[in-house]
């Protein structure tokens, strides 16, 4: 189970003020149990690993394996909560270079995403390395209306249709999406395409955990029942209202705490190249569900020791709005001890027969203290292995303590109204049926 240790957080963060919270976190973890929270119409996250597990995910493998085995390359089509998830657990599960792998050692399809972003030159080369191959497609909506997903499917479903035929392409292409409305859910019913539910009550960044993530990534071998039972175990063990026993609200109230000192950024930070995208579910399901009425601590993310000769200097000491949430893997997928080469003065010697792990985790070490000492705070996140279990622990982990922030910070922690201002003027510039208004104005402003 991951472990919150406040130790690089002492000097700032106090025993007194997170235990003050304690009846703020009480009344907010009765009123999220009860669904009295604002936005409580999208709590499903909270019992969803332990009702999956027992309603049962046959079906979802058994579509999974269809991929598996009729797929040489499975192109996964979404943006934000219906991409990130399934990218973050893929590449905490799967090898660096999976892809390139020979399919033996891989276990799935080779696994690409499209959807997340409207550049024509990275769907060009996704399409290049498409050719020849058996794909397959999975498209992600939870709305079914999302521009960059929905443009990315018309043209990979077009470019399917060429290669197998239009009755072959339908056999080829799996849909998940809300249960009754949208563009993809009409289509889908049309088209007779294979369709996955988003259930109405779990919001797209909390969607990892549904047919969003389950589906794609048993397709390319991740075991996903591992995945529901580590968060299934957290369900369970994160469940006490004590701020001192529930990491998860400990972790929110040492926040809380700092942010109202004025550390107003917070800084992920890893230490394996593989939880990049972890890093960016986390900021999708911090930022969505903070940053409104002009509140909320502006998620950011490092990868070190990498980003300690780009970033590092930053850290060490430009402006003070910042602390850090330090994810340490105890146990790494594997490990390399430095080769004896005493007759090569690259000054390295010391270090012979030491693991690699061991040399990262030391300069986890002195980067904690170096940054302490440099009045950034550190709160660090201790996990046990890379294992899917693992992951399922700290989806849920971080979502409980996502949903608890945003009480303690007095927001609606389930809502995103902000992300409808650009998709609006995109919509009027782009010319869309029923934004002429607004398309007029918008003209007038950039004096065209
Ligand atoms: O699953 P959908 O409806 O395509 O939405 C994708 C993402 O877009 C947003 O709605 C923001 O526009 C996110 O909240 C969501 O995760």
């Not at 690699?356 to 046990?384: K, W, Y």
Request: glycine residues 8%.
């Amino acid at each position: 189970m991951a472990e919150l240790d406040l130790r690089f957080a002492r000097r700032f963060v106090f025993d007194h003020e997170v235990e003050q919270l304690q009846p703020v976190v009480s009344e907010a973890h009765r009123r999220l149990h009860s669904g009295e929270v604002p936005g409580s119409d999208f709590l499903g996250w909270l019992h969803l690993p332990s009702q999956t597990l027992t309603a049962g995910i046959d079906e979802l493998l058994t579509a999974a394996k269809e991929i598996q085995d009729g797929a040489d390359a499975l192109v996964v089509i979404g943006i934000g909560g219906s991409y990130l998830g399934a990218r973050a657990a893929f590449e905490w599960a799967k090898p660096e270079y999976y892809n390139q792998l020979p399919r033996a050692l891989r276990g799935g399809p080779e696994l690409y995403f499209a959807g997340n972003h409207l550049s024509a030159a990275a769907l060009n080369d996704l399409l290049r390395v498409l050719e020849g191959k058996r794909v397959y497609l999975n498209v992600i909506s939870k709305s079914g209306t999302t521009t960059e997903p929905a443009v990315a499917f018309r043209i990979l479903r077009s470019w399917l249709q060429k290669q197998v035929g239009t009755e072959q392409a339908k056999k080829q292409i799996y849909v998940t999406t809300d249960a009754r409305k949208g563009a993809l859910k009409e289509l889908s019913n049309t088209e007779g395409y294979k369709t996955f539910v988003v259930p109405d009550d779990v919001g797209g960044r909390y969607s990892v955990l549904t047919p969003v993530g389950l589906l794609p990534l048993a397709a390319v071998g991740v075991e996903v029942r591992k995945l529901l039972e580590g968060a299934a175990k957290a369900e369970e063990s994160l469940s006490t209202s004590s701020v001192t026993d529930n990491p998860a609200y400990l972790y929110a109230a040492a926040r809380n705490a700092l942010y109202r000192k004025g550390k107003t950024t917070e800084i992920f930070a890893y230490y394996e190249p593989s939880l990049k995208m972890v890093a960016e579910w986390w900021k999708q399901l911090f930022g969505e569900s903070e940053g409104k009425d002009h509140k909320g601590i502006y998620p950011a993310s490092v990868g070190y020791t990498t980003d300690l000769h780009s970033m590092g200097q930053f850290v060490q000491e430009g402006y003070r709005n910042l602390f850090e949430t330090v994810i340490r893997i105890e146990h790494p997928v594997s490990d390399l001890d430095l080769p004896s080469t005493p007759d090569v003065q690259d000054g390295l010697e010391y270090l012979a027969g030491k693991p690699l792990s061991f040399i990262n985790d030391q300069a986890r070490l002195a980067t904690q203290i170096a940054h302490v000492d440099g009045e950034v705070p550190n709160l660090l996140v201790n996990v046990s292995d890379q294992t899917p279990e693992s992951l399922g622990d700290l989806f849920y982990f971080f979502e409980l303590a996502c949903a608890m922030s945003g009480q303690l910070l007095g927001v609606n922690a389930f809502n995103q109204p902000g992300v409808e201002a650009y998709k609006a003027n995109m919509f009027a510039l782009l010319g869309k049926p029923g934004f002429e208004q607004q398309r007029t104005e918008l003209l007038k402003q950039l004096n065209v």
